[in-house]
């Protein structure tokens, strides 16, 4: 690993254990076994987001510890245990993450909250992160109680909330087994001066476990500092970041993947063996909900706004489908590479700093 990678240390693992014996814990009702495909949307929280002037929640209290500032305004990758499930014995062809007021409404950019970014994992016997398995220590599964090696990141989502969803007449699922318990990382921001009550939301699309033909697919998690916070230091101009090359575990034919970023990034390619399989580039603003105000620009949750221009945020991130992916195979080297370009895209500021950026890709491989 570079040394520009962010490593913790022992103190911060003890840290960070004591902190997450008060992570939040979820008691569910079992998820019921599907006779047909359905679709469901799981409300998960509330979560009460700080005013922007006031100290963040979460794991904010480890942030010095990873070399991080800790922020105000934010809600900081708060683990919860064991969440609801849509199904059990069922494989998940399609998966959305929103955010949203208790009255239902969508919460985004033009009300001053963020979905910064949430993370799923299924932990059990089998579940293994294979860019992470082989890790001695693995921060965001470490956060909620697990390791690399027995469970598993499955979705994930930012802002833009991407769309997840199997091609049609592919017959490939997510499986979820009824032993395996589900947990989750979440991250939210709030630029308004008052605190904000939110629920993240799931929509769920999925089909019996038994369904004729199905077969399930695993997913793969890059980012420009794996298994750590997936963040790194921002620059100015134009750069980038690559990934340190995984060795491949899994053999089968690409699915689908696409990329998350900050504001600021122009596009994330995903390369196997040194060719650029994907390149998934961000698109600004082509929804309403994606402007900030003409008062506010982004702070990220540090000094209030950067006042007098309206800004533009990222709303959506291209994915790439199996139909232009190649097969991936046992001893592939694949990573990523996230581009930044100041002169294009505002990036995002924190205490009158560039906050830090990430790269992030998912994947699915069929099996």
Not at 102 to 126: F, R
Not at 169 to 176: M, P, S
Not at 275 to 287: E, L, Q, W
Not at 298 to 321: F, L, N, R, T, W
């Amino acid at each position: 690993m570079s040394k520009s990678r962010r490593r913790i240390s022992f103190a911060g693992v003890v840290a960070l254990t004591a902190l997450c014996i008060g992570m939040v814990a979820c008691t569910v009702k079992p998820a019921p076994t599907p006779t047909g495909p359905g679709e469901k949307k799981i409300r998960y929280g509330p979560y009460t987001i700080p005013g922007m002037n006031q100290p963040g929640t979460g794991l904010t209290a480890v942030m010095p510890l990873l070399g991080l500032t800790p922020e105000t305004g934010m809600v900081w990758n708060q683990p919860v245990q064991n969440i609801q499930k849509p199904c059990n014995e069922c494989y998940i062809t399609g998966m959305v993450a929103g955010l949203e007021y208790a009255d239902g409404s969508n919460a985004n950019i033009n009300t001053g909250v963020w979905l910064h970014h949430m993370v799923l994992m299924s932990q059990g016997a089998g579940r293994r992160d294979p860019t992470c398995a082989n890790n001695a220590f693995s921060l965001p599964h470490f956060a909620v109680g697990g390791t690399g090696a027995n469970s598993e990141r499955f979705f994930a989502s930012g802002n833009e909330r991407t769309n997840l969803e199997v091609p049609a007449g592919l017959k490939y699922g997510y499986r979820v087994i009824t032993a395996d318990k589900w947990n989750l990382l979440i991250d939210l921001m709030n630029e308004n001066v008052a605190p904000k009550q939110v629920y993240m939301t799931m929509t769920y699309k999925f089909v019996p476990g038994s369904s004729a033909g199905y077969r399930p697919m695993k997913p793969v998690w890059l980012d420009i500092n794996q298994c750590g916070t997936s963040e790194m230091p921002a620059k100015t101009g134009k750069y980038n970041y690559k990934s340190i090359p995984w060795t491949s575990t899994v053999s089968g034919q690409w699915l689908g993947v696409g990329g998350h970023m900050h504001d600021g990034g122009t596009n994330v390619t995903i390369e196997q063996d040194g060719r650029v399989i994907c390149d998934s580039t961000a698109s600004y603003a082509t929804k309403p909900d994606y402007i900030s105000g003409g008062d506010g620009g982004m702070d990220h949750g540090g000094g209030g706004m950067d006042h007098g221009h309206a800004m533009e945020h990222i709303s959506e991130h291209k994915v790439c489908y199996n139909d232009t992916l190649p097969q991936l195979t046992a001893g592939a080297r694949v990573g990523l590479t996230a581009y930044y370009d100041d002169s294009v895209h505002q990036q995002m500021v924190h205490n009158g700093k560039l906050h830090n950026v990430m790269g992030i890709a998912i994947g699915y491989v069929a099996q």
